[in-house]
């Protein structure tokens, strides 16, 4: 082992080739959400599937049932068989406050069903179950972004055609030997009834005693393509649609984002517009779902909606539904809109996220309803605030500015103080050669970068909970890193300790594990700053002018190569003793940053509970969060670093025995 190798001899010992691939691998699926979060409920599947049930007798059962009487021995045999099996999925549920209510009204259901009720009263009581079952165990209820319908006409065609026809009248090449036969989209009164996610639901996992295959496989992005394609194929009057949704402020603030709009029956809105009216505003926003996301920039009505349903489950005594919904309000509805409210007015930002840190810890704490009633309108009123800051008209050159500077300076003088530190030692120690493995890693990590945000543009979408485990485990896992590299570096500053090293291990190889450690490090220091950078700017580019942008960030990028160049000049002129204190200090220094910052992203995805600390500014900076569980990591990271300078002093102090 040579000097420039003994830096990191520790560490590299863990993070060979067989270490370093593996996990430089998840983390890049981690942040585009391809890697599930280990906090996922295996429920999910069963609610869904329940739902996906309940949606279909609503529509289906008056075509087994009138006045009493079978219409359809067959249809009436599946609706009594999916009904029992609505009764079996929500009776398998996980313990809640609310499943024993669910299960009396499954069984509810259920008899209507045996007793060939009307029609009506049936899908009244399917559609009240499917409602108080997502409240109780809330699913995704939307696509990330809108759904590209020109993806699900292809899909359309390669997959579904052939049963249900190409214009969807159900009389495609194989219906003829399909019992029962495929559904007809074109059929309106069934359209009526039925809403994108029911669709994309069926999708997903196919249908029970039917030629209809799951198509689990496909992406969700391209399932929810699907469902929205088909689902226009009974409503025609697209141009009048956009008219009246134009010119009708009161529906648009109806259908205020993609999760409204998903869950919508034509049926439904129709019983407050008019049918004729419905039918037409369906066939324009199914067709153009991105009308929705276009109504209001920076609208937080998903949050707002989020946290009345999460007070509304824990004023019902559902303290884990109302846990999650109050998580869903922040990753769905205020995280996607985070980057641009933070360029813009950093201090609203933070105090958001301080009180929906407060209302999960009060939920949890299990405190009065009237006090966390009292919480949510403080949130109410916050998330107005970032509304207004965030509209268009807010917006400014000079604001675009500073903003698309200000966050690639943050985001880059982190990563660039790790890795000039890393190139300073190599030259430091005469192992220049070694540099090159450093600056492959922060190479590869821009060029994941970019693919990163063009998976994320064209394919999938990033959701706030992939974000926020990307920034925590990277966050999480270079703290570990530079914890031992710095314990190291402050035991090789003490007097004659680097000499004798260089002495001891003068001439030996390079090992293979240590140059992939060296672009381990740097890949993933630099990839975490990169991907967080790659959100800010998809904000601002959607808010502001790309010159400006380019500006801002190009004002940035001239603004790190001087702090880089001076850093590398002074420690190039420090003695080696000098340089190794100096190093280790902010080395320790970033290791407890990342160390707050880490398991504040964690509590932010929901991976940590929450334990206010009110006497604790809030400084993210210095990786600073006000709860117990983000200063205690930095206070762990501190005692093991005094401990460790404590160790190297006293084994420095011993007399070296002759040799």
């Given at each position: 082992?040579?000097?420039?190798?003994?830096?990191?001899?520790?560490?590299?010992?863990?993070?060979g080739?067989?270490?370093?691939?593996?996990?430089?691998?998840a983390?890049?699926?981690?942040?585009?959400g391809?890697?599930?979060?280990?906090?996922?409920?295996?429920?999910?599947?069963?609610?869904q599937?329940?739902?996906?049930?309940?949606?279909?007798?609503?529509?289906?059962?008056?075509?087994?049932?009138?006045?009493?009487?079978?219409?359809?021995?067959?249809?009436?045999?599946e609706?009594?068989?999916?009904?029992?099996?609505v009764?079996?999925?929500?009776?398998?549920?996980?313990?809640?406050?609310?499943?024993?209510?669910?299960?009396?009204?499954?069984k509810?259901f259920?008899?209507l069903?045996a007793?060939?009720?009307?029609?009506?009263?049936?899908?009244?009581?399917?559609?009240a179950?499917?409602?108080?079952?997502?409240?109780?165990y809330?699913?995704?209820?939307?696509?990330?972004?809108?759904?590209?319908?020109?993806?699900?006409?292809?899909?359309?065609?390669?997959n579904?055609?052939?049963?249900?026809?190409?214009?969807?009248?159900?009389?495609?090449?194989d219906?003829?030997?399909?019992?029962?036969?495929?559904?007809?989209?074109?059929?309106?009164?069934?359209?009526?009834?039925?809403?994108?996610?029911?669709?994309?639901?069926?999708?997903?996992?196919?249908?029970?005693?039917?030629?209809?295959?799951?198509?689990?496989?496909?992406?969700?992005?391209?399932r929810w393509?699907?469902?929205f394609?088909?689902s226009?194929f009974?409503?025609?009057?697209?141009d009048?649609?956009?008219?009246i949704?134009?010119?009708?402020?009161?529906?648009?603030?109806?259908?205020?984002?993609?999760?409204?709009?998903?869950?919508?029956?034509?049926?439904?809105?129709?019983?407050?517009?008019?049918?004729?009216?419905?039918?037409?505003?369906?066939?324009?926003?199914?067709a153009?779902?991105?009308?929705?996301?276009?109504?209001?920039?920076?609208?937080?009505?998903?949050?707002?909606?989020k946290?009345?349903?999460?007070?509304?489950a824990?004023?019902a005594?559902?303290?884990?539904?109302a846990?999650?919904?109050?998580?869903?309000?922040?990753?769905?509805?205020?995280?996607p809109?985070e980057?641009?409210?933070?360029?813009?007015?950093?201090?609203l930002?933070?105090?958001?996220?301080?009180?929906?840190?407060?209302?999960?810890?009060?939920?949890?704490?299990?405190?009065?309803?009237?006090?966390?009633?009292?919480?949510?309108?403080v949130?109410?009123?916050?998330f107005?605030?970032a509304?207004?800051?965030?509209?268009?008209?807010?917006?400014?050159?000079?604001?675009?500015?500073?903003?698309?500077?200000?966050?690639?300076?943050?985001?880059?003088?982190?990563?660039?103080?790790?890795?000039?530190?890393?190139?300073?030692f190599?030259r430091?120690?005469?192992?220049?050669?070694?540099?090159?493995?450093?600056?492959?890693?922060?190479?590869?990590?821009?060029?994941?970068g970019?693919?990163?945000?063009?998976?994320a543009?064209?394919?999938?979408?990033?959701?706030?909970?992939?974000?926020?485990?990307?920034?925590?485990?990277?966050?999480?896992f270079?703290?570990i890193v530079?914890?031992?590299?710095?314990i190291?570096?402050?035991?090789?500053?003490?007097?004659?300790?680097?000499?004798?090293y260089?002495?001891?291990?003068?001439?030996?190889?390079?090992?293979?594990?240590?140059?992939?450690?060296?672009?381990?490090?740097?890949?993933?220091?630099?990839y975490?700053?990169?991907?967080?950078?790659?959100?800010?700017?998809?904000?601002?580019?959607?808010?502001?002018s790309?010159?400006?942008?380019?500006?801002?960030?190009?004002?940035?990028?001239?603004?790190?190569?001087?702090?880089?160049?001076?850093?590398?000049?002074?420690?190039?002129?420090?003695p080696?003793?000098?340089?190794?204190?100096?190093?280790?200090?902010?080395?320790a220094v970033?290791a407890?940053?990342?160390?707050?910052?880490?398991?504040?992203?964690?509590?932010?995805?929901?991976?940590?509970?929450?334990?206010?600390?009110?006497?604790?500014?809030?400084?993210p900076?210095?990786?600073?969060?006000?709860?117990?569980?983000?200063?205690?990591?930095?206070?762990?990271?501190?005692?093991?670093?005094?401990?460790?300078?404590?160790?190297?002093?006293?084994r420095?102090?011993?007399?070296?025995?002759?040799?």
């Open positions: 082992m040579n000097n420039a190798e003994s830096q990191i001899s520790a560490p590299n010992r863990f993070f080739a067989r270490a370093i691939v593996p996990i430089l691998l983390f890049i699926a981690l942040s585009l391809l890697a599930p979060p280990a906090y996922a409920k295996a429920s999910d599947d069963d609610v599937t329940a739902w996906r049930l309940l949606d279909y007798v609503a529509v289906d059962y008056r075509g087994a049932v009138a006045g009493g009487q079978i219409k359809s021995a067959t249809e009436y045999a609706m009594a068989e999916f009904s029992a099996t009764e079996t999925k929500i009776t398998a549920l996980p313990a809640s406050a609310n499943r024993g209510a669910l299960i009396a009204e499954a509810t259920r008899a069903v007793a060939k009720a009307a029609p009506d009263d049936v899908a009244q009581a399917a559609r179950l499917g409602t108080h079952l997502l409240a109780a809330p699913v995704p209820l939307a696509p990330t972004k809108a759904p590209d319908l020109s993806r699900g006409a292809a899909l359309y065609a390669n579904c055609a052939s049963c249900h026809g190409l214009t969807g009248d159900g009389h495609g090449p219906a003829a030997n399909l019992n029962p036969a495929p559904v007809a989209f074109r059929d309106a009164d069934r359209a009526r009834e039925r809403s994108a996610f029911a669709l994309y639901q069926v999708i997903g996992q196919g249908l029970d005693g039917t030629a209809m295959r799951s198509f689990a496989e496909l992406p969700s992005q391209d393509a699907l469902a394609y088909a226009r009974a409503f025609a009057d697209s009048r649609g956009k008219k949704w134009t010119a009708d402020a009161a529906l648009r603030k109806r259908v205020p984002n993609l999760a409204a709009l998903a869950g919508l029956t034509p049926a439904a809105l129709g019983r407050e517009i008019g049918r004729e009216n419905a039918d037409a505003v369906m066939a324009y926003l199914r153009h779902p991105e009308a929705v996301t276009e109504v209001r920039a920076g609208s937080l009505t998903l949050a707002h909606e946290l009345q349903a999460s007070i509304a824990y004023a005594g559902d303290r884990d539904a846990k999650k919904l109050a998580l869903s309000a922040y990753l769905d509805g205020f995280e809109v980057p641009a409210l933070a360029a813009r007015d950093a201090t930002m933070g105090r958001i996220e301080v009180e929906m840190g407060n209302l999960r810890a009060m939920i949890g704490r299990g405190e009065d309803v009237a006090a966390v009633k009292d919480q949510v309108a949130l109410d009123t916050l107005s605030d509304e207004e800051v965030l509209s268009p008209d807010a917006a400014s050159t000079a604001s675009t500015f500073i903003g698309a500077f200000t966050i690639l300076l943050r985001e880059g003088v982190e990563a660039l103080l790790i890795v000039v530190a890393m190139i300073a190599l430091k120690s005469d192992r220049g050669e070694m540099v090159r493995h450093v600056h492959a890693g922060w190479i590869v990590a821009l060029l994941a970019g693919a990163t945000w063009a998976v543009t064209f394919f999938i979408g990033v959701s706030g909970a992939s974000r926020e485990l990307t920034e925590g485990f990277g966050s999480l270079a703290a530079l914890l031992s590299v710095g190291w570096m402050h035991g090789k500053s003490q007097a004659g300790e680097w000499q004798r260089i002495t001891e291990t003068l001439g030996k190889a390079l090992s293979r594990s240590s140059t992939w450690f060296l672009f381990g490090l740097a890949f993933i220091v630099v975490r700053e990169v991907f967080e950078t790659i959100l800010f700017y998809a904000a601002l580019t959607a808010q502001g790309s010159a400006v942008i380019l500006a801002g960030a190009g004002s940035a990028i001239i603004l790190l190569g001087i702090i880089a160049w001076v850093m590398l000049r002074f420690s190039a002129k420090l080696v003793g000098e340089f190794f204190k100096y190093s280790s200090a902010l080395i970033l407890v940053v990342l160390a707050g910052k880490g398991v504040a992203a964690l509590q932010e995805a929901g991976m940590i509970d929450i334990a206010p600390l009110a006497q604790i500014p809030r400084i900076v210095l990786g600073l969060f006000p709860t117990w569980e983000s200063v205690g990591a930095q206070l762990l990271i501190v005692a093991i670093v005094a401990v460790g300078a404590w160790y190297n002093g006293r420095a102090s011993k007399p070296v025995a002759a040799l």
